[in-house]
Nanobody, 114 residues
């Protein structure tokens, strides 16, 4: 397993945008193995839930509550995963985690206020 590192979290207001970044060491070497990458989140008092997930060469799967607002992208050369979040809502407040296969980051906090 590798240690993933998220960044870009912070505070925003309803309707604003935030961009998250996840450094994924070794992701470029894993492209041929069809490893799944993804973003998840955990809100206070709730279970961790899927936000978006992707296997290279396949369509990205989005949770219904972010579809059309969030975009997952990846740069396999830079070993980086991104999550562009637009039209933020208060219910998007959570700790966001990236994943690569079975490896996870430690999370970055996103707070959205009215």
């Amino acid at each position: 397993q590798v240690q993933l590192v998220e960044s870009g979290g912070g505070s925003g207001h309803v309707g604003e945008s935030l961009n998250l970044t996840c450094r994924c060491p070794g992701m470029s070497e894993l492209v041929s193995t069809q490893q799944r990458v993804g973003w998840y989140r955990r809100a206070p008092g709730r279970e961790r839930e899927l936000v978006a997930t992707n296997v290279i060469g396949s369509n990205t799967l989005y949770a219904p509550f972010v579809k059309g607002r969030f975009t997952l992208s990846r740069d396999n050369v830079k070993n980086t995963l991104y999550l562009q979040m637009t039209n933020l809502r208060p219910e998007d407040t959570a700790a966001y985690y990236c994943s690569l296969g079975t490896s996870w980051g430690q999370g970055t906090q996103v707070n959205v206020s009215a």
